[in-house]
């Protein structure tokens, strides 16, 4: 006698449903590490709300980048005659170009008149070293750090003293405009050039700051002022 299938059919259906396991549940944290593992290997462009990494600035020897600035002006590169190969009587462009770095955008008030270039970003303390243009000609370099160099070896901080002594019979003596018991002692250049070097002291006797440039600029007391 033939059985009716549709008992079988139901029988079948039933034990298959029996054999299969539950599904495990999804791990929210693993299902993110997996996508954050997809999206790091994938490549393509940072979404705009992932912020990038910072990368440090690149950096150079002076040799590399053309510079003689290395922090501050690089030993032996401020003379009677200028700065490196920017000579006093040169462009701005020439000191910019022996500088290597931002001197900033200053312009003169008027046609020729007298203004600084000053490496950026200034310190809290001001500039460390400033360059002098006036009638569109280098003119000075004025020098307020105490880790820079003169020429002949001086430096803010020494004493007249220990000036005199570097200097020898050369340093001439010229009282403070402002200050009383400050002076100006001033150099030329024992080559016989026109450059002059001029130390500023005020009432310790020590050397506040230092000029070096040709006349008249190198003896204006209040720089463009």
Same mark, same amino acid.
């Given at each position: 006698?033939?059985?009716?299938?549709?008992p079988?059919?139901?029988?079948?259906v039933s034990?298959?449903?029996?054999?299969?396991q539950?599904?495990?549940?999804?791990?929210?944290?693993?299902?993110?590490?997996?996508?954050?593992?997809a999206?790091?290997?994938?490549?393509?462009d940072? +979404?705009?709300?992932?912020?990038?990494e $910072?990368? *440090?600035?690149?950096?150079a020897?002076? $040799?590399?980048?053309?510079?003689?600035?290395?922090?501050?002006p690089?030993e032996?590169?401020?003379?009677?005659d200028g700065?490196g *190969?920017a000579?006093?009587?040169?462009?701005? $462009?020439?000191v910019r170009m022996?500088?290597g770095?931002?001197?900033?955008d200053?312009?003169?008030?008027?046609?020729g008149?007298?203004?600084?270039?000053?490496?950026?970003?200034l310190?809290?303390g001001?500039y460390?070293?400033?360059?002098?243009?006036?009638?569109?000609r280098?003119?000075?370099?004025?020098?307020r750090?105490?880790?820079?160099?003169?020429?002949?070896?001086?430096?803010?901080?020494?004493?007249i003293?220990?000036?005199?002594a570097?200097?020898?019979?050369r340093?001439?003596?010229?009282? +403070?405009?402002?200050?009383?018991?400050?002076?100006?002692?001033?150099i030329?250049?024992?080559?016989?050039?026109?450059?002059?070097?001029v130390?500023?002291? +005020?009432?310790?006797?020590?050397?506040d700051?230092?000029?070096?440039?040709?006349?008249p600029?190198?003896?204006?007391? $209040?720089?463009c002022?």
């Amino acid at each position: 006698m033939r059985q009716p299938l549709l008992p079988i059919l139901v029988l079948a259906v039933s034990l298959a449903a029996c054999d299969r396991q539950p599904a495990a549940p999804v791990d929210g944290d693993a299902a993110a590490d997996a996508a954050t593992a997809a999206g790091a290997s994938a490549p393509g462009d940072l +979404h705009a709300d992932q912020p990038m990494e $910072e990368v *440090p600035p690149a950096t150079a020897s002076p $040799e590399a980048l053309g510079s003689l600035r290395v922090g501050s002006p690089a030993e032996g590169t401020i003379s009677y005659d200028g700065f490196g *190969p920017a000579r006093f009587g040169g462009t701005q $462009e020439d000191v910019r170009m022996s500088w290597g770095g931002d001197l900033g955008d200053a312009q003169p008030s008027e046609p020729g008149g007298c203004y600084y270039l000053i490496p950026q970003p200034l310190t809290q303390g001001g500039y460390r070293v400033a360059f002098m243009i006036e009638g569109d000609r280098f003119a000075r370099m004025d020098v307020r750090a105490d880790d820079v160099t003169a020429p002949g070896g001086g430096k803010a901080g020494m004493t007249i003293a220990e000036i005199e002594a570097l200097y020898g019979g050369r340093v001439e003596q010229r009282p +403070h405009k402002y200050d009383p018991d400050g002076r100006y002692l001033r150099i030329t250049d024992p080559a016989g050039g026109n450059g002059v070097l001029v130390f500023e002291t +005020h009432a310790e006797g020590r050397v506040d700051a230092w000029r070096v440039g040709v006349p008249p600029q190198v003896d204006y007391v $209040e720089g463009c002022s």
